[in-house]
């Protein structure tokens, strides 16, 4: 018996050494190499059980320090044209082509454009983003869009970003010439998954016309959605792909299903899951701001404070685009128990931008994970 529990214990111990050199070999990587790691190396982190999440959590804090700093960006968002979007993706109660009960509306006049922007600045967020549901603008709405970039910026202050679907060269041209600072363009998943996400444009689409945003000179915001019915193993593939197209940020999206839609019966992804996926990212896109967005409250209810020690490092605040989002100062109090700074102005603790491109500035000050 005893040389059994011997043999048990050996057994565990070894087992254990494996798990922790995994984590070892991303951490020696990523914080004394200051590389990216590998597929190969994330792929090992990513098949430790759950039970150490605790530990994933910790790496992937101590990352989001070492990379980024301990500032959290605000955002917020407004939905400025409603409903009524003839592309058919599964998770969006936008789309014409599904039975959902999501307002439906015209682009916003411009002072309601201005009056949002102005209490995205009393929130205490830096940007402020406008949002159609379109398959992309044409040129009234272009010119709409443009003269409401124009009136945010010289009204407020606050850097502008848009999120108006597929663009021409010429469109993305116009509006860096306009002062878009970024460009929300999503994925929303991986390559292998898409296909069965949207089928009235593709992959390949949104990929063009995220590179046509930063080929305009503007930053590129490119994220998606987690818990379309996605293995662990297309997360990666997803974090990998987003990797790829060097976005400054991505905002994360957990799945919140909504009636009427193709994924309405979609189970929710688990907090765990989440918060694992969470911290894989930040050890995917080190530099990259992770913004937790749509689905966070639903999913991950009263554990938000550890996707913010999971690797995120920005927030949209208020509203998402069709649903309800907690007060602004709810996520302000829980920055402040965590001790998180709130970036205090356009581009702080961001990025230095040059003729190569946008590079993630050095963190100017250190927190121990504690």
């Known amino acids: 018996m005893l040389g059994r529990t011997l043999v048990g214990s050996s057994i565990y111990a070894a ?3 494996g798990r922790d050199a995994a984590l070892a070999e991303v951490e020696t990587a990523l914080l004394d190499e200051r590389r990216r790691a590998t597929r190969a190396e994330i792929d090992a982190v990513a098949a430790l059980p759950l ?16 990379w980024c700093g301990p500032e959290v960006e605000l955002e917020s968002l407004i939905n400025a044209k409603s409903g009524a979007c003839p592309e058919d993706c599964a998770f969006c109660s936008q789309s014409a082509r599904h039975s959902s009960d999501v307002d439906v509306y015209p682009f916003l006049d411009l002072d309601d454009v201005v009056a949002a922007a102005h209490a995205t600045r009393e929130a205490g967020a830096t940007q402020f983003c406008i949002v159609v549901a379109v398959r992309g603008p044409e040129e009234r709405l272009l010119r709409r869009v443009i003269d409401a970039v124009c009136a945010v910026r010289e009204e407020t202050g606050l850097e502008v970003a848009c999120s108006l679907g597929l663009l021409t060269t010429e469109q993305a041209a116009r509006l860096a010439a306009a002062g878009v600072r970024r460009y929300n363009h999503n994925l929303e998943t991986c390559r292998e998954v898409f296909p069965r996400i949207c089928t009235t444009h593709t992959y390949d689409d949104r990929v063009e016309t995220a590179r046509l945003a930063v080929d305009a000179g503007m930053e590129l915001c490119c994220g998606g959605i987690l818990g379309m019915g996605e293995t662990l193993a297309q997360r990666l593939d997803f974090a990998f792909e987003l990797a790829a197209l060097e976005p400054c940020e991505v905002p994360i999206n957990l799945l919140d299903p909504r009636p009427g839609t193709p994924l309405g019966d979609q189970p929710l992804l688990s907090p765990r899951e989440a918060l694992q996926a969470i911290a894989l990212f930040r050890l995917v896109l080190p530099g990259t701001w992770l913004r937790l967005a749509g689905g966070r409250e639903r999913v991950l209810g009263e554990l938000q404070a550890m996707g913010l020690l999971a690797g995120a490092n920005a927030l949209i605040v208020g509203n998402y685009l069709t649903t309800a989002g907690r007060p602004p100062e709810d996520d302000l109090a829980l920055l402040d128990a965590l001790g998180m700074p709130v970036a205090d102005g356009p581009g702080e603790g961001r990025f230095i931008v040059d003729a190569t ?6 963190a100017r000050r250190s927190i121990p994970v504690t």
């Open 15 to 17: 087992a254990r050494m």
């Open 51 to 66: 039970d150490r999440l605790p530990d994933l959590i910790a790496l992937a804090h101590q990352v989001r320090l070492a």
């Open 357 to 362: 491109g946008a590079h993630p500035r050095p």
